[in-house]
């Protein structure tokens, strides 16, 4: 504009002239014509659609968008404008400025939207107008919902997951996990069985992606099949119940294993006892008189499927007379150990006779005497192992000590409230069952579980702790004689979210 | 008196049509209905001529004129020039012009005294312009056209102009021509003036789109409504309605 400058410019008022049509005084524009006029002449919303009908399933509240997706909205909310938007034909010829909802009883099933439109009409003018569009909501169930419907039951795929052995312990801890990641957020069904879960699914997909989980939280091994249940011969459609038989390796922690020569031998010469300390999807084995260790995954373990020798529903209680440390704490695979020799009693023997045992343990770092361990008691025990008779001349020792026993302190607890808590899955027991499942045995392993998860922190790594709102806080206080039983600090539990309202963002927060 | 018509369908007449105070040029058309509108109301007072210019029919557009005289552009054919001569009232002047801007009812604008004109028209035309039609000419744009003869319409009595002029082109316009101006459509909210209606003192023809609305204002800034032909008497005395809208 510099070299206008010096120009003088003359300042431009615009006149005004009469429109051509009905008289009245306007600025003049492209068409010459005043809006009104204009508006009464070209109507831009010709040719678009005014009605249109659209299906809602009421029982998920979703809308169809052909020819197959169901689409989750509320009323008057944003994603239901853009569907609605989405369901005109013919809106590409003018350009969309606003687009807004108006009001209609909810029970009317009428949506109404009113839309801003711009179009170009006689020679550059361009011409903006609102107007209505009217949907007709009508019902119609979705395909999922009339499955449901038409039998609850029915499912499309099931897992069903097993593991031999005679606890329960390897499904607490599951049980939390799938909680803690939301993995059976798709299933509609879950039964308890003997000696497993089954999962129900409505989806193949929803299936596999569980197994899936599954595979990455536990060495398993799994084997599918299906099932034809309908056939529709015009359109080849064939409808299928797929089942995943799903078994879960025995091995536990703190199990004591004797393994085979040829394991022993593949491992580096690993002691043929071995300890099992970690089950993940790797089986972490721990020879506790060389303090050496080494992973095995699903693929290996399943290649050799060796069973377990004793399981901790065989340990025996051990008080320590004597520990004289032989090395000092080394770091194995996360986890300290320290070699020491120990001499321990049973405390079913101590006081009545004098068998004193000498051992070589692991856990030098944690015991002193007049400690309580548990171990296993091979001196005593009868074991009837293929694998063990292969081994000739291998002196078995007579105990080995697995982990430190807070049972006294436990005693003066017994009773009182933890303060926190699980929150469990929403199982079906099986009624079906002969009735193998004992509630007492049942209820004492999972106090078994609980203790578990208090002494062991690497444990509640994976798994979410509630804070239990009914726990009175004072009365820990004053128990403070001694060693602290080992409890779960406070940091670590996660307080119940408690959103009165919005109950459903439960679910959608946790993932 | 404003009327409203139609050369074969379409409505710019003024393309097809040359009207001044002493003489009516017509295109020849398919149908005598255009020729015979304008006979039935000037038959009496001036000649109309049918003719073309250069073997077209935009005869509107391509030559300018008025009482004194009218200029016509080198594509016209000698026989053409020679009919216009011969058709023509004796005081007309018919002049060959050899100018560039062939398309002279565009590029000027005129009435008995003053006339508008494409910036860029050459200096002899000017000349010339000044010598056969006896007026002053200014060059001008209207509402930054330059096609000053295609955007307005005037006679001796008042002009009609392209909708988008401002107020002070407006004022400068009428200071120059000495006469009313209005910035108005025709043709239903067509900008071009000067294609869609022709004008003399005291009759004009507009296309047949023409509002009711845009006739008024016509007849209002042209001072139509009490014009009568100079030349006829007024015999009816007692007249109800003048004309209406």
């Known amino acids: 504009m510099e070299e206008e400058a010096g120009m003088f410019r003359v300042h431009q008022t615009i006149g005004s002239v009469l429109c051509c049509k009905c008289g009245i005084p306007m600025a003049p524009n492209a068409a010459n014509m005043c809006v009104k006029c204009l508006r009464s002449e070209v109507d831009i919303t010709e040719g678009l659609q005014k009605h249109v009908i659209i299906l809602h ?19 008057e909310s944003k994603e239901l404008l853009t569907f609605c938007v989405k369901r005109l034909k013919n809106l590409s010829k003018v350009k969309l400025v606003h687009a807004e909802f108006v009001w209609t009883e909810p029970h009317s099933k009428r949506i109404k939207v009113k839309l801003r439109v711009q179009k170009e009409v006689l020679n550059g003018a361009i011409l903006e107008q609102t107007y209505i ?130 394991v022993v031998v593949s491992l580096g010469n690993l002691g043929p006892l071995v300890l099992c300390t970690k089950v993940s999807n790797n089986i972490i ?96 025990a009868n074991s009837n192992d293929i694998e063990l008779d292969k081994y ?67 444990m509640r790594f994976n798994i979410s702790l509630y804070r239990n709102k009914e726990y009175q806080h004072s009365e820990v206080a004053s128990m403070t004689d001694g060693e602290d039983v080992p409890s779960v600090p406070l940091e670590e539990l996660l307080a119940d979210l408690e959103l009165n309202d919005e109950d459903n963002d439960d679910e959608s927060m946790k993932g | 008196m404003a009327t409203r018509l139609q050369f074969e369908n379409s409505c710019e007449i003024g393309v097809f049509s040359k009207l001044t105070n002493a003489y009516c040029l017509v295109a020849i058309g398919g149908s005598e209905n255009f020729y015979s509108t304008f006979e039935s109301e000037l038959a009496d007072v001036i000649p109309v001529v049918k003719t073309s210019i250069g073997g077209s029919r935009i005869i509107g557009r391509l030559c300018a004129g008025n009482k004194k005289g009218l200029l016509v552009p080198h594509t016209i054919t000698d026989q053409e020039l020679q009919h216009l001569r011969n058709s023509l009232p004796d005081q007309v002047v018919v002049q060959r012009l050899d100018e560039r801007l062939s398309a002279l009812g565009n590029c000027i604008a005129c009435n008995d005294h003053v006339a508008l004109t494409h910036t860029d028209l050459d200096k002899e035309t000017e000349e010339m312009i000044t010598d056969v039609l006896g007026v002053e000419v200014f060059r001008q744009t209207i509402a930054g056209n330059l096609l000053v003869g295609s955007y307005c319409a005037f006679s001796n009595r008042g002009g009609l102009v392209h909708p988008h002029t401002s107020i002070e082109d407006l004022d400068e316009l009428s200071t120059l021509l000495q006469v009313p101006l209005v910035a108005g459509t025709v043709n239903r909210g067509s900008e071009v003036i000067a294609a869609g209606m022709i004008v003399n003192d005291w009759t004009a023809f507009c296309g047949s789109d023409t509002t009711a609305t845009e006739l008024s204002v016509i007849e209002s800034v042209f001072k139509l409504r009490e014009a009568q032909p100079t030349a006829i008497v007024d015999e009816m005395r007692k007249s109800l309605i003048d004309s209406y809208v």
């Open chain 1, 133 to 262: 569009v009217e949907y007709v909501q009508q019902d119609h169930m979705c395909d999922s919902c009339t499955r449901v419907q038409a039998n609850p039951d029915q499912w499309v795929a099931a897992i069903q997951l097993r593991q031999h052995v005679s606890h329960r312990r390897t499904f607490f801890y599951l049980e939390q996990l799938i909680l803690r990641h939301d993995a059976a957020a798709r299933a509609i069904k879950i039964k308890q069985m003997d000696q497993g879960i089954d999962f129900f699914f409505a989806n193949r997909s929803h299936a596999v992606k569980f197994l899936e989980f599954l595979g990455k939280v536990a060495p398993i091994k799994s084997r599918h099949d299906k099932q034809l249940v309908s056939h529709d011969p015009k359109s080849n459609n064939y409808n299928y119940k797929y089942t995943f038989s799903v078994e879960i390796c025995p091995i536990c922690r703190e199990d004591l294993i004797c393994l085979p020569p040829k």
């Open chain 1, 285 to 380: 084995l721990l020879d506790p008189s060389t303090l050496r260790h080494c992973f095995m995954d699903a693929d290996q373990y399943w290649r050799v499927s060796f069973k377990s020798l004793l399981s901790s529903r065989q340990l025996v209680e051990y008080i320590i007379l004597d520990v004289e440390a032989l090395s000092s704490e080394v770091n194995v695979g996360g986890s300290k150990y320290a070699l020491a020799d120990a001499q321990v009693a049973r405390v079913s023997d101590f006081g009545k006779n004098d068998k004193i045992f000498t051992i070589k343990t692991h856990l030098g770092h944690l015991l002193n005497p007049g400690d309580y361990a548990l171990g296993y008691d091979l001196y005593g």
């Open chain 1, 392 to 458: 000739k001349g291998f002196s078995l020792p007579d105990v080995i000590l697995i982990r430190k026993s807070y049972e006294e302190k436990h005693q003066r607890k017994r009773g009182k409230p933890r303060h926190w808590k699980l929150k469990s899955l929403n199982m079906e027991v099986d009624s079906s069952t002969r009735g193998r499942i004992d509630e007492e045995k049942m209820y004492s392993e999972y106090e078994e579980f609980l203790k578990d998860l208090e002494e062991n922190p690497e």
């Open chain 1, 57 to 75: 399933c009421p029982e998920c509240d979703t809308y169809l968008q052909p020819p197959r997706t169901w689409i989750k909205a509320q009323l």
